[in-house]
Nanobody, 115 residues
């Protein structure tokens, strides 16, 4: 059973940084896409950043230049470094990926940007 477990969410002041982590566990044969989505209250879930096809990285226009996606394959972990956070970045952030040909989602971690 593959699991994706997020950590690192919390309350941060506008302009501050926060780093999210997504740890993978289970028997993993292949990973095609892996990244982060978010859902704010009353809004649809949206892509934040993702590795596409294992190499290319795509970012939402709203986070370009502020967020950085990275990974440590030895630790089976994907990171989302978020800088210059804005109140509109407040949302539940989900790690998601296509592992062994199946879509998996984490349970989500709350990020709140507020003074």
């Amino acid at each position: 059973q593959v699991q994706l477990v997020e950590s690192g969410g919390g309350l941060v002041q506008p302009g501050g940084p926060l780093r999210l982590s997504c740890a993978r566990s289970g028997r993993i044969i292949s990973i095609s896409n892996m990244g982060w989505y978010r859902q704010a209250p009353g809004k649809q879930r949206e892509l934040v950043a993702a590795f596409i096809g294992g190499a290319r990285v795509t970012y939402a226009d709203s986070v370009k230049g502020r967020f950085t996606l990275s990974r440590d394959n030895a630790k089976n972990t994907v990171y989302l470094q978020m800088n210059s956070l804005k109140p509109e970045d407040t949302a539940v952030y989900y790690c998601a990926g296509v592992v062994n040909g199946v879509d998996y989602w984490g349970q989500g971690t709350q990020v709140t940007v507020s003074s």
